[in-house]
């Protein structure tokens, strides 16, 4: 790619209804100006959050010829992103993909579950091949079930200090990634938080967001999206975070407000014209 144009390897399904994965994951980033090659990983009706039986077809087979593909016509990537995988194959390939982009930044959104449940396709071959995988990143965003997946440890939704949110952060990077995000924690002041660690300067953020009774899957996609989006655009870690948080609070508000099904997603639909403005941001915190 030119100098001013960011192309991003995003490895993950393309759920069809439900706004998540790739459903969401391409309009962010185009609207953020960044350009996105997707590679499904495999095809689904919908996501896998109530909706009934889900339509599935695995596209397993074309992870590892669509890289070759990519490597003949020589295709720089400026970042490489995983997401859902469904089986210890899908992150052989993905893997594969890392290794032959060391250059391009690397990120892994460990999607494994939420509110302490794992998503019912995530079985522990998957929860070890997810540890495996963020040691090659250089970015990880977990929300606060999937960092205890990966340090495995036993969920509790007990709030956290400032101490124990910050050792947390530094247990995950222990791992090995360079910035570490968890999404959704609540902290003993009660505030909702995003946390990230930056172990390049041993600088430890956090960015509040407004608590709203409701949850919504893509959510974590969108928040994924939104820091690889910052990142290739020359944001700083709190800068990233906090853009991504205060777009999740307005498509949340915003979805909240019309009462619309849950499972249904985000009205992302409404929200997206906030990220093709490039917002002045100043309201993170240090941890
Ligand atoms: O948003 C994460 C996600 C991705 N892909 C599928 C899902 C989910 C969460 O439920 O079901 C298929």
């Not at 596209?59 to 490489?80: G, K, S, W």
């Not at 960092?147 to 709030?159: F, K, N, T």
């Not at 909702?192 to 600088?203: F, P, Q």
């Not at 020359?234 to 205060?246: F, Q």
Request: proline fraction near 5%; aromatic fraction near 8%.
């Amino acid at each position: 790619m030119s100098q001013n144009e960011c192309l991003v390897a995003a490895i993950h399904d393309l759920s069809g209804f439900g706004r998540c994965s790739l459903s969401v994951i391409l309009p962010t980033l185009s609207a953020m100006g960044i350009q996105v090659c997707a590679i499904p990983t495999a095809v689904l009706s919908t996501h896998t959050g109530g909706l009934g039986e889900v339509v599935h077809r695995d596209l397993t087979d074309y992870i590892a010829p669509t890289l070759q593909h990519y490597q003949e016509i020589n295709l720089h990537f400026d970042c490489v992103y995983s997401g859902f995988l469904l089986s210890q194959a899908q992150f052989e390939h993905c893997d594969q993909f890392f290794k032959s982009y060391p250059e391009a930044l690397a990120v892994v959104d460990p999607v494994m579950g939420d509110h302490g449940k794992t998503y019912r396709t995530c079985t522990p071959e998957i929860r070890a091949e997810m540890r495996e995988l963020v040691k090659r990143a250089d970015v990880i965003t977990p929300n606060l079930t999937e960092a205890r997946i990966l340090l495995q440890e036993e969920y509790s939704d007990v709030p956290l200090t400032v101490s124990e949110a910050k050792k947390l952060l530094l247990r995950l990077s222990h791992l090995g990634p360079k910035y570490v995000l968890i999404t959704g924690v609540e902290m003993v002041n009660g505030v909702l938080s995003n946390l990230g660690y930056d172990s390049t300067r041993n600088a430890f953020w956090h960015v509040e967001c407004d608590y709203v009774p409701v949850s919504y899957p893509g959510t974590g996609d969108i928040f994924a999206s939104i820091i690889v989006g910052s990142l290739l655009s020359g944001d700083s870690l709190p800068i990233a975070m906090e853009r991504a948080t205060r777009f999740l609070e307005l498509a949340i508000k915003t979805t909240f407000s019309y009462g619309t099904d849950p499972r249904y997603g985000v009205m992302l639909e409404k929200s997206l014209p906030w990220l093709t403005q490039k917002h002045s941001l100043q309201g993170y915190h240090i941890l």
